[in-house]
């Protein structure tokens, strides 16, 4: 597993092994995927305004499973503006939309004097076990990230994430697009539900960031609620080693397996 993607050619991508799904190693993980997405609006937005405005949410709609094939990327300016920009990117499969997404695009301003949040710290990576996620979920993408976690009750845990292979082979990645390649790994890091008998995977996930992460290692402070008619919720408070940066919701669909 050298890279999560091999680029065909200009919007199209070959998937590796290391994008193997966890909840059926015939599929591919999403989370991966959103960071391509997130690559391929960064690198256009670069390519076209020379990245003048900066990332400040990017919101995904998962509209079904994508096989362990060649994806393809389509980009369109939904709102452009000198100070503000709306993207939607399209992943599709086979000619079937499987993830849209939606980037806002804000001027930068020097506001280091205003900067601060009252969001919670969270530990820092040395005062958390390594862990194993590949022993509790399939799949290659799950072996392809170093975790260091700790799991404070079920359904509330703070990990540290770091992926040991690049998103693209032979190409750059910003620090902003490999955020989403890791936020969806946030559903599995503490489990209130086995996924032996209950699935619950997310339809949805948006991120809004603050600020730009710093470093090679992404902080999870991640809650997991469930309600009692099939509706989940997981969100997750992002930190680097500075402190918080951002936060990520992802609503669940919650199915009891029958035996």
Avoid at 190 to 214: G, I, K, M, S
């Amino acid at each position: 597993m050298s890279s999560y993607f091999e680029r065909v050619d200009t919007s199209a991508f070959r998937p590796t092994s290391a994008v193997e799904g966890a909840w059926s190693t015939q599929e591919q993980h999403v989370a991966p995927a959103l960071g391509l997405i997130a690559h391929a609006i960064e690198r256009d937005h670069a390519d076209r305004r020379g990245g003048e405005l900066q990332l400040g949410r990017i919101s995904y709609d998962i509209l079904g499973t994508i096989p362990l094939e060649r994806v393809d990327l389509e980009i369109r300016i939904l709102r452009p503006g000198r100070t503000i920009e709306l993207v939607e990117a399209v992943l599709s499969h086979d000619g079937r939309a499987a993830v849209i997404a939606r980037a806002w695009f804000l001027q930068a301003a020097d506001t280091r004097e205003l900067a601060g949040s009252a969001l919670d710290a969270m530990p820092g990576r040395d005062e958390l076990d390594p862990w194993a996620m590949g022993d509790h979920w399939q799949g290659g993408a799950v072996r392809s990230v170093d975790f260091h976690r700790g799991q404070r009750e079920p359904g509330h845990a703070w990990a540290w994430l770091k992926p040991r292979i690049p998103l693209v082979e032979g190409e750059q990645v910003g620090r902003i697009p490999r955020l989403p390649g890791m936020v969806d790994f946030a559903n599995g890091l503490t489990l209130r539900l086995a996924p032996t008998e209950v699935a619950f995977p997310n339809v949805d996930l948006t991120c809004h960031l603050f600020a730009e992460p710093e470093g090679d290692w992404i902080g999870f402070d991640t809650t997991v609620s469930i309600g009692p008619t099939g509706l989940g919720l997981t969100e997750t408070v992002l930190h680097d080693e500075r402190g918080p940066v951002g936060t990520v919701q992802q609503i669940l669909t919650v199915r009891p397996m029958r035996g």
